[in-house]
């Protein structure tokens, strides 16, 4: 099997501590992983987590200005960028191909396999704006991971939470072995 370049992109869902076990499984099976976070999601874990599990520097929007284009920097020699979790907001943005922050810039200009791995709380997961953007997104060719149904933190159920991590592992092992 093909041992993958990976990006996991992490925006700021509750299950941003689902998003180093990702980190963590995928750089045991030998892939190279590299992290990139939004603002928020760096306030909400720490990037040193995440260096530690992938064993690289992770970008976020206060470092790596010294690249110049570090969108441009990140996504090259890449083979997968899986976002995960990906926000509503996140989803929205990506959808009207805003590139307002390093992940959202990095997204828009890399031209390989974009994976969004939806994490919201199950009302907003329904909301025909978000249903929109996911098929919008469905459309430019990115894969969408079907969240997991469920009772979310904040006690609403139905589907939102984000795919478990050995689903999504798995779905990257068989994409490695079979392109």
């Not at 990115?142 to 798995?170: N, R, T």
Request: aromatic share 6%; with cysteine.
């Amino acid at each position: 099997m093909k041992k993958l370049t990976i990006l996991v992109g992490v925006t700021a869902s509750i299950a941003i501590y689902r998003s180093a076990e990702l980190v963590r499984e995928l750089s045991k099976r030998g892939h190279s992983v590299r992290v990139a976070m939004t603002r928020t999601a760096a306030l909400w874990m720490s990037p040193v987590i995440f260096s530690a599990l992938s064993s690289h520097s992770v970008y976020t929007e206060d470092n790596h200005k010294e690249d110049g284009m570090p969108h441009i920097v990140i996504r090259d020699n890449l083979d997968l960028f899986i976002t995960a979790p990906a926000t509503a907001d996140f989803i929205s943005r990506a959808a009207a191909g805003h590139a307002d922050d390093l992940l959202t810039a990095t997204l828009l200009s890399y031209s390989g396999p974009r994976w969004i791995a939806p994490s919201m709380n199950p009302n907003m997961f329904r909301h025909p704006a978000t249903q929109k953007n996911i098929d919008m997104l469905e459309s430019y060719g990115y894969k969408i991971l079907s969240p997991a149904d469920g009772e979310a933190v904040c006690g609403d159920k139905g589907e939102g939470k984000m795919m478990p991590v050995q689903d999504i592992v798995s779905a990257i092992e068989d994409f490695a072995a079979h392109g």
